[in-house]
């Protein structure tokens, strides 16, 4: 059954995300992994980037720092926290997808 919807590209996707999910209140943690996920400054030290290792550990990168010395916990529990944070945020489908695309990203680069 083709779809009436228009074809969002994945800027428009992202700004979405990053507006929808400014408005909810989650923990300090969360909100830098989701701010580094989306791109955004969203905490003070910023994750600049994330990595996922071979044994499914979650460690980040802040701002300033050489080396992934801040361990952020389990990317399985990432992927649950982003679904379970997207019916708050009123997150659709393409919106879920968007996030766990990019933890697909974080997890090919090792």
Known sequence: ????????????????????????????????????????????????????TPDGHLLGRCDGQASFDAFLGDAADLIRNIHGIAPVAGLDGDKIGYMVAKVAEIKRQR
């Open 1 to 52: 059954m083709p779809s009436n919807a228009p074809i969002r590209e994945p800027s428009q996707i992202r700004n979405a995300c990053v507006r929808k999910l400014r408005t909810v209140k989650v923990s300090e943690k969360f909100q830098a992994i989701l701010g580094c996920i989306l791109g955004t400054d969203w905490t003070t030290p910023r994750l600049v980037e994330l990595v996922i």
